[in-house]
Every structure is written in structure tokens, then in C-alpha cells.
């Protein structure tokens, strides 16, 4: 099955600086790849999520790169603010298998400090 | 609050006591998902189902496990027999009918047997 992972587990940015957070994936038939916000006491938000047949997608301050080549995907988040401060979880799955086929990595919890 | 609603969103139980979590997917919503996470780790996918019809299991999901969603709206996911090693948040998700369409996750049930 699938396997994803995840760096780092935690990350501490000063509030405008950018934060990254990189994955792996093992299963290269998986060609969707969401990007989830989980704050605290709450189920997973998707922020933004990205498709194989691209390599680059911007939502504001977010971004998020794939290279299928070395089956890696990252988050970029610039300017980061107080409010951005959560647990990020990065997925991949195979399009046509729905969210039963999205495994999730292990999480990276973001921290921005004032 | 049309979002996807989980209750209780906390249970304390006994080792050995038989608990049940409903989830209320979003109105209209065919797909409905439950996951399991544990501390420091992304969601597993537990199980799902497509209106009434349970079409996947996890092998995560024992046999002390069994969820139903009997008209195709609310669902339960019930616990028998609880051990201490089914302690986690247990996590509802809904989605439309069409493949890759995101899915909405709710707030979670917080399950700690003692």
C-alpha cells in the first residue's frame, strides 16, 4: 500500500518568515495529493491540493510543488502569521479510488511565533 | 451550521464497555467516511460507504468494530468490548458523489477508555 512521510514533525518560523514542509510517497500510481489544516479541537481542513498532471499550485500564501520524478511534494507558506499556527497533514491517494484510498502522513505541527 | 456534525465529541468509558459515535454528513453528501487518529498521527481510514452500502473496511476495523448508515444520511460506528488500545479521535468525513470531490471532515469524537 501506500506509504507517505512526512518532515518536519514540528517547525517554528517567526511570524513573517515562510515555512516548508516536505513529503514522500511510495505508490507511483497516486496522482492526487491533498493538503489538510487541523487546528486544535478540530477535524482536518483541506487548504489546497494539487493533481499530477501539474507541477506548481498557488492559493495566496500558499503553494505546493510535485515532482513525480522523485515522488516528493512540498507546502510553502509565506508571510506566516499567528493564525497559521496548526498541524498540517499532507495525503496522497489515487484519484479514482475516493478518500478511502488517501493516506495521510504523520503530521507537522506548525508553529509562528510573534 | 450545514458542516459535518460528530457527537458525543468526548467519551470517557470503562475498558470492556460497548460505546457508539454518530456522524451527520452533510446534507446530500452519498460518501461517508470514518477515520481513526491517534496522537502525533495523520487519520486511518477505517471504513466507508456510498448512501447505505458499506463498500470498504479497513483491516483496521475489528470485528469488535461496526458502523451502519441505515437510510444513507446520519451514520454509527460502534465499539464493543473497548480495550485501552482504542483510545483516539475518531473522525467523520462526507463527500459528494463524484470521485476526487473534497471531503469535509467533522470536529471528531475524543474516545479515552480508562
Known amino acids: 500500500g501506500e506509504n507517505v512521510e512526512q518532515h518536519p514533525s514540528t517547525l517554528s518560523v517567526q511570524e513573517g518568515d515562510s515555512a516548508v514542509i516536505k513529503c514522500t510517497y511510495s505508490?507511483?500510481?497516486?496522482?492526487?495529493f491533498p493538503w489538510y489544516k487541523q487546528e486544535l479541537g478540530k477535524g482536518p481542513q483541506l487548504i489546497i491540493d494539487i493533481r499530477s498532471n501539474v507541477g506548481e499550485k498557488k492559493d495566496q500564501r500558499i503553494a505546493v510543488t510535485l515532482n513525480k520524478t522523485a515522488k516528493h511534494f512540498s507546502l510553502h507558506i509565506t508571510e506566516t502569521q499567528p493564525e497559521d499556527s496548526a498541524v498540517y497533514f499532507c495525503?496522497?491517494?489515487?484519484?479514482?479510488?475516493?478518500?478511502?484510498?488517501?493516506?495521510f502522513g504523520t503530521g507537522t505541527k506548525l508553529q509562528v511565533i510573534p | 451550521d450545514t458542516g459535518v456534525s460528530q457527537d458525543p465529541r468526548h467519551k470517557i468509558t470503562k475498558r470492556g464497555q460497548n460505546v457508539t459515535f454518530r456522524c451527520d454528513p452533510i446534507s446530500e453528501h452519498n460518501r461517508l467516511y470514518w477515520y481513526r487518529q491517534t496522537l502525533g498521527q495523520g487519520p486511518e481510514f477505517l471504513t466507508y460507504f456510498q448512501n447505505e452500502a458499506q463498500l470498504e473496511k479497513s483491516r483496521l476495523l475489528s470485528d469488535r468494530f461496526s458502523a451502519e448508515r441505515p437510510k444513507g444520511s446520519f451514520s454509527t460506528l460502534e465499539i464493543q468490548r473497548t480495550e485501552q488500545g482504542d483510545s483516539a479521535m475518531y473522525l467523520c468525513?462526507?463527500?459528494?458523489?463524484?470521485?476526487?470531490?473534497?471531503?469535509?471532515f467533522g470536529q471528531g469524537t475524543r474516545l479515552t477508555v480508562v
Open positions: 468525513a462526507s463527500s459528494p458523489w463524484d470521485v476526487g470531490s473534497e471531503a469535509f
Open positions: 505508490d507511483s500510481a497516486s496522482n492526487y
Open positions: 495525503a496522497a491517494s489515487t484519484d479514482s479510488g475516493g478518500y478511502q484510498k488517501v493516506t
